[in-house]
């Protein structure tokens, strides 16, 4: 089987369920960015930040697929990709591991600059990728709006990002960097 199947070289693409849009329909942006999202995080694990990120950064890269998944379907259709959709119990897990890492870091006294550690700024990349992700989603046109479970996955993992980047400098004894506002 051939990588490219030229159907995309006049500027649509196919989701699943039959439809064809235009590669710059929200929709396609909206699943692009999630992709993109999941490049970053393969960053991230290349980083060498331990066995116990590799693990759940993996789990995370395998609920983005299907949360792209469904992104990349005709909306009504999703019951066609005949996967497990996320739902309030993937966010519950992402909850559960903002709580973990939050539990061994001293609380926030001002904000942090993404800095430290090659894994901590990876881990920052991925958090702004995650909110580019989360906005497009959120302004995805009311006809093909997302379920409000991905919206919340995104929400809560982008939060889950940011910790595991400051984990990541405590773990390797460097401090966060603060911002300092000038004048």
Not at 112 to 138: K, M
Request: charged share 20%.
């Amino acid at each position: 089987m051939k990588i490219y199947t030229k159907t995309g070289d006049s500027g649509d693409t196919g989701l699943f369920g039959g439809a064809r849009v235009s590669k710059a329909s929200p929709r396609v942006e909206a699943y692009g960015t999630v992709d993109e999202l999941n490049a970053v995080l393969g960053m991230v694990r290349a980083t060498d930040g331990g066995e116990e990120f590799d693990v759940l950064i993996g789990a995370i890269q395998s609920e983005l697929f299907t949360l792209g998944a469904e992104l990349a379907t005709v909306p009504g259709k999703e019951a066609s990709l005949n996967i497990p959709l996320l739902n309030s119990s993937d966010v519950a897990r992402l909850e559960s591991a903002i709580d973990a890492s939050e539990a061994m870091l001293a609380p926030l006294k001002t904000f942090v600059l993404p800095a430290g550690t090659a894994t901590s700024a990876a881990l920052h990349l991925a958090r702004t990728v995650c909110r580019r992700a989360e906005r497009a989603v959120v302004g995805l046109p009311e006809e093909l709006a997302a379920r409000p479970e991905l919206l919340i996955y995104l929400n809560r993992l982008s939060d889950l990002l940011f910790s595991l980047a400051r984990q990541a400098n405590h773990r390797a004894g460097v401090d966060d960097v603060p911002w300092t506002p000038r004048g």
